[in-house]
């Protein structure tokens, strides 16, 4: 009985994403087979979920199911969501789970706007950190590079950069094991003249903050994969788009690799022997194995999916939020913040008070 | 001698880019051999000119120096470019040659933001286009996209964005053949609701227009790729970060595929038999071989070349102008323009006015 106690739990929002609640139910089946034992608060439509519960037993057994009378849906402008799904929706009501202690993580592959929303609301931000962004793990030749905001604030000020530059420095420091953690910020050039305003003034602050990082100025999109930092800020509608440009390049090169092979006799007698190795490397470059972001910066691990997310996907999210949890993530996220001058950098920014333009 | 008055001219800025002029020089002397004939007037700094013109005589004899004193550097701010490059720089030379038809083309690796200020200063916009904006055919599963703007606005109106779309629109049917181009905004979902006031805007009055064109409405980032449309349009930041993100992903694919063959010695010997299939993969995927943007919505023709171009960079952003040239380009976008009612769609844009914030 010992060992239970230490079983984590996951509040799941089962209504959220494309292929609700069958895909989401499905890859808590995935990752309770794959990766540890852990608990879930199931919240969703009692009668639409009974079905996938009789399909995937394992989940079953794991789960308990919290009835939620609303599904926030993708096309919901937040204002719709928040009307309709305050105290209501299974969104909302996974995040309570979360702030009243019955879980130590969220996940969710809904509405975007919606998770972050509610989660603010509920959860609140760490002190000194005006708004959540979502960070994920990027590879690159190096290692993996942590890569935020890809989709929580589409124009951030540049304080708020500042602040994501802040706290993917302290993911960083935890996930990649990395004292010093060479942060860099996404422009359009890497010479100081480039870029919107918002982003030189967040350049300029961190150049001359004293943080526990290395701040390496601007990078271009290409070096999101070439190793060059270790974590690399953007605001929200940039860092989505490039993030997803990236899983479409990636696919087409697989498209352009296999209809060259179909071509040529020669290449698909080639294959025979490299049919391992492409494995490997499709493998690499599937998006769903890598799929999870985690909301930084607020009080409790919130984790987003991607809305498309598979079975696959969404358990590849559910093990990071799984991950995330047993490294301790957002006390280690706080406790950095604590060393750092964030009252500071406020004042600072309120002098100039540039947004993104 | 009829023959030769066929022979485009192209005037050159052979002092911007990163390697200038070496690699600018080595481009010229390689698309002269590898393309059709063309006439240079050649704008530097004839000192440093003169040895990479006895290193290449081919360049030599189809080049005309016209010497200039002034090179517009990568991080000069664009106040900095005017004050020092008006009527003094190699760039605002070419692009001078350009206006008083001593050349059809103009072609630049140099400082995209100068190269766009001093071209809307002496070539002038379309009538009825605000801002021109940078465009690149980006290559697809089905055939090549047109992908705009990759660096010219950064945060464009919605009233810019609408223009970039039908710009767009009437260049791909030019180069793609298509009729009705189907054209799409880059956004973070394909709801509704998603994205930027100044989107939803533009995307609103575009399916609302009476148009040549169909208009999809919203896509991803990975829709770039997977042949949904032949045409999307972004800002120039967005545009410009996932362009170099797609290279950035192509170069980290070709990279860990080296790196698994090496690993396999069962793979290295079925890359025997591959071999011509990679080679021809690696060059579809060489972002120097597409190199080349065209800025939509001037008056005369200008290509941009990438600032990091190598000489056979240099050469393919050489093709593209001549190509566009020997197209006609200019007139087809202008034609077409003609056929559209940019006044109404002014009115409307004014009438909401949003930025793209």
Not at 300 to 307: D, F
Not at 338 to 351: R, Y
Request: charged fraction near 20%.
């Amino acid at each position: 009985m010992a060992i239970r106690r230490n079983i984590p739990t996951v509040a799941v929002d089962a209504m959220g994403g494309d292929d609700a609640p069958g895909a989401i139910i499905a890859g808590i089946n995935q990752c309770l087979k794959e990766e540890q034992p852990f608990k879930v608060l199931l919240h969703g439509d009692e009668q639409q979920l009974e079905p996938f519960l009789d399909a995937y037993p394992l989940v079953r057994e794991a789960s308990t199911v919290k009835h939620a009378d609303i599904a926030i849906t993708m096309d919901e402008t937040l204002s719709q969501a928040l009307r309709r799904g305050r105290k209501t929706s299974s969104m909302w009501n996974a995040i309570s789970d979360l702030n009243e202690g019955n879980a130590q993580m969220a996940v969710s592959a809904g509405n975007t706007g919606a998770l972050l929303a509610m989660s603010n609301l509920i959860l609140g931000t760490m002190e000194g950190i005006e708004r959540p962004a979502l960070a994920v793990l990027f590879p690159s030749v190096r290692s993996d590079v942590v890569f935020l905001d890809v989709g929580a604030n589409l124009r951030p000020s540049s304080l708020q950069l500042a602040q994501f530059a802040i706290m993917g420095a302290a993911y960083a420091r935890m996930i990649l094991g990395i004292e010093t953690p060479r942060v860099a910020l996404l422009n359009i050039g890497i010479e100081e003249v480039k870029g919107t305003k918002a982003i030189r003034d967040a350049a300029q602050w961190l150049q001359n903050a004293n943080l526990p990082m290395e701040f390496h100025g601007f990078v271009e999109g290409n070096d999101l994969t070439n190793g060059l930092c270790d974590v690399i800020v953007t605001g929200g509608f940039t860092g989505n788009v490039a993030l997803k440009t990236a899983e479409g390049a990636a696919d087409f090169i697989a498209y352009l690799m296999r209809s060259i092979i179909k071509r040529s006799m020669l290449a698909r007698f080639g294959y025979l022997f490299m049919r391992d190795a492409f494995d490997m490397l499709w493998r690499k470059m599937e998006p769903q194995e890598f799929n999870g972001g985690v909301m930084l910066g607020l009080n409790r691990l919130v984790v987003k999916s991607h809305g498309h997310a598979t079975s696959t996907g969404f358990s590849s999210a559910l093990g990071v939020a799984l991950e995330m949890s047993n490294l301790g993530l957002v006390d280690h996220v706080k406790s950095d913040l604590q060393n750092v001058d964030l009252q500071a950098l406020e004042t600072q920014a309120n002098a100039t008070n540039s947004m993104d333009e």
